[in-house]
């Protein structure tokens, strides 16, 4: 989360989604208005409408009793759900469901409160948390129909307290609880996806060191033309696992690019979104696929969702695993790198589609 110069960036007036929503709940300022062909048309077509019923499900309780008929199955389901699609939603996840409803009800009151309160945590440009808009390097470079708030978690050092809101009362502690079982999620999730790749379990655990953990709180308003805007820009996540809350009764709003189209992700009760990040996609030589992401804005209903995602330590240095890599049949796809110098890189550039990965790229 390392910041740039912010002496060196121009973005201009970042308009903020909820208050223009609020005073003019009819007009989209043309900065927030898409180019036609990347604006975020909700398509609700057969093809997609099928194609979402396909995203996985994982039954975590599934997993409980190791060699058991149910758990090796459970593990190849998984493996071909990040082989084939980069996403899938997690059920029986172990989180209990007070910690989930407390950091969504913490998460709303946040937003709930008026500007200036939440001003006095401002995302300044060229760094990635607090309030704001991430990722705006320009004054011409287009808007999301989003307000954000950020917080890196874990390891203590990424922690900038300035910014951990003294209201609502409650934030910080809430946030704390719901970041360690979100740790422990990710941390048995990399197990049973080392193991689902024929690799010890502690494969990941050992290499990442002091995992790095930030949140991400995404709050997206209504939109008079939900058609016109995007409410996060298409990218793929820089992290090796994300973990994604969507508060209950929300929207569909996420979609995720499958064979040249649009799939909505459609929120189901209780399940958390799991999706692999840059850093798997690397690990495992392009078999696991990080895949690139967007979110949707609906006219009528806010949606919120509370974003985790879990990476390396900044030392640890990133390549694809030699167990996954072979010189006849399998040739190394991408260059070693240090994780830190990757973050600073996907941080430091607009979200835009997969292109941070070209970072690490071999180009033959
Ligand atoms: C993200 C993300 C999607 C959403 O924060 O990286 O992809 O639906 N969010 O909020
Ligand atoms: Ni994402």
């Not at 002496?7 to 989209?28: A, H, T, Y």
């Not at 941390?187 to 790095?212: N, P, Q, T």
Request: with cysteine; proline share 7%; charged share 25%.
């Amino acid at each position: 989360m390392a910041p740039l110069p912010i002496s060196s960036i121009r973005v201009g007036k970042i308009e903020d989604v909820q208050e223009l929503f609020k005073s003019k709940p009819n007009k989209v300022p043309e900065r927030f208005i898409r180019e036609e062909n990347e604006r975020g048309v909700i398509v609700s077509s057969l093809k997609t409408h099928h194609l979402h019923h396909q995203i996985p499900v994982i039954d975590l309780s599934k997993l409980s009793k190791p060699n058991s008929h149910d758990f090796l199955f459970e593990i190849l389901r998984l493996s071909q759900a990040c082989e084939d699609w980069g996403f899938f939603q997690v059920i029986n996840h172990g989180i209990e469901v007070e910690v989930v409803e407390d950091i969504e009800k913490v998460a709303t009151e946040f937003f709930d409160m008026p500007l200036e309160e939440k001003k006095k945590y401002p995302m300044e440009p060229g760094t990635v948390q607090g309030y704001g808009q991430a990722f705006i390097f320009s004054e011409d470079q287009k808007l999301d129909w989003c307000n954000m708030f950020a917080l890196g978690v874990h390891p203590p050092q990424i922690r900038n307290p300035k910014l951990w809101p003294s209201k609502p009362a409650r934030f910080s502690e809430s946030l704390e609880d719901y970041s360690k079982e979100v740790r422990k999620l990710c941390k048995k999730l990399l197990k049973y996806i080392a193991i689902s790749l024929g690799l010890k379990e502690e494969r990941f655990e050992e290499m990442f060191g002091e995992a790095v953990q930030a949140v991400r709180m995404n709050y997206y308003p209504p939109c008079s033309s939900p058609d016109l805007v995007l409410g996060l820009s298409p990218h793929s996540d820089g992290s090796a696992l994300t973990v994604l809350q969507q508060s209950k009764n929300s929207c569909v709003g996420l979609q995720i690019l499958k064979d040249n189209t649009w799939v909505p992700v459609l929120p189901l009760p209780n399940a958390l979104v799991i999706n692999i990040g840059d850093t798997i996609e690397v690990l495992t030589n392009g078999k696991y696929k990080s895949v690139e992401h967007r979110a949707v804005t609906n006219m009528e209903k806010e949606r919120l969702t509370i974003v985790t995602f879990y990476a390396p330590n900044y030392e640890v240095e990133i390549e694809p695993m030699s167990e996954l890599v072979d010189d006849e049949t399998n040739p190394c796809k991408y260059r070693s790198y240090n994780h830190g110098d990757y973050s600073y890189h996907y941080v430091s550039n607009k979200l835009q589609g997969k292109k941070s990965l070209d970072f690490a790229k071999i180009l033959n």
